[in-house]
């Protein structure tokens, strides 16, 4: 195993261990924080938060292949500097996703839930992007396609990002019923994902 593939695998223990971690933590506290595809909710959104679960659960394997079965082919891809660059922005992601958890505390949830009980966090983080977490996902998936390329992680990147993208447009409909007001004001002055995004 190479160095690259070193980083690769400590990457993936660090961003799929940190979202477990946060699971069982709040599921401690009596917090069920997976709701994807769960509950009484609008047919449009349990199919999305399906294909989320899916899409997402599929990457980890992807991503696992990518980095033990699946070798690189000779493209522009297969660069020393375009994959490093690639691990160094799979890292950045995961950095992202775990502040973003943290930030959440026990508001943290994965789907749409009207039944949970959770607070509006507008600060840290969340001050310069409405929408970290899933901005951490799209980082960590996006480098990690470029640290290890191959046809079947990029169909799946493009189809987890994708997907992700139409949660948060899911979620932007169900939170004014939520907070109100606050979401509102909120949303007008910090981006969905970064900067003018």
Known sequence: MDQLNILGFIVLILFYGSYL???V?????GINTNRLGRGNKPARTFKIETALKLATFSMAVVQILSLFVIKN????????AIRFTGISIAFLGTGVFITAMAYMKSSWRAGVDTTQNTVLIKSGIYRISR?????GFDL???????AFSNPLQIV?????????????????????????KAYEEYKQVTPRYLLFF
């Open 25 to 29: 933590l709040l599921k401690r506290k």
């Open 21 to 23: 971690c946060k699971q």
């Open 140 to 146: 960590f998936y996006i480098g990690f396609v470029l």
């Open 156 to 180: 799946f990147t493009l189809l987890c990002v994708v997907i992700l993208h139409l949660q948060i447009l899911e979620e932007e409909r169900f939170l004014p019923a939520v907070f109100g």
């Open 73 to 80: 082919r000779d493209s522009l891809l297969t660069q020393p």
């Open 131 to 135: 929408n970290p977490a899933f901005l």
